[in-house]
């Protein structure tokens, strides 16, 4: 009997302890969302993100918030209605070549300078299909931060 209760709170354990580490990544689901210093309405006001489908990477939860950080390191407190599972990403590169077909031997449509926002279309290996504003295109993968 108390060989089921040690591998069972073996268990419990160590799937908390592989919850709590999970990050995933989700987008702001309006044009203004706020990030608080805590999780609850009674915290303050960090910052007022005016980007909707900015990519936040999630960190932790709290009832109906969630802890997050942005591109630019900050973090802080989000309630879930305010959060999206629209596909983005931000150009972390000084300039990323868009293409006309996911190679760098194809036409290049755009450059998208570092901080650029793109709506996320699809992914392949190491290309994605991106918009952003009135260009479509292929975007190399590693050179975006974001839900892909």
Not at 80 to 106: G, H, R, W
Not at 118 to 127: D, E, L, R, S, Y
């Amino acid at each position: 009997m108390l060989k089921i209760i040690i591998i069972i709170s073996s268990i419990l354990f160590f799937q908390n302890v592989s919850f709590s580490q999970d990050e995933y990544f989700r987008t702001l689901r309006f044009d203004e969302v706020n990030l608080r210093q805590g999780p609850s309405k009674e915290y303050p006001i960090k910052i007022l993100y005016k980007k909707k489908f900015l990519p936040v990477l999630i960190q932790d939860k709290s009832d109906n918030y969630r802890k997050i950080r942005d591109h630019e390191n900050n973090t802080g407190w989000i309630h879930v209605s305010q959060l999206s599972k629209k596909k983005a990403a931000i150009v972390i590169d000084e300039e990323l070549i868009m293409f006309t077909n996911p190679t760098i031997y194809s036409k290049p449509i755009a450059i998208l300078k570092k901080g650029r926002l793109a709506q996320i279309i699809k992914c392949k290996q190491t290309w994605c299909k991106a918009k952003s504003d009135k260009y479509k295109g292929w975007l190399k993968k590693d050179s975006l931060w974001g839900r892909l």
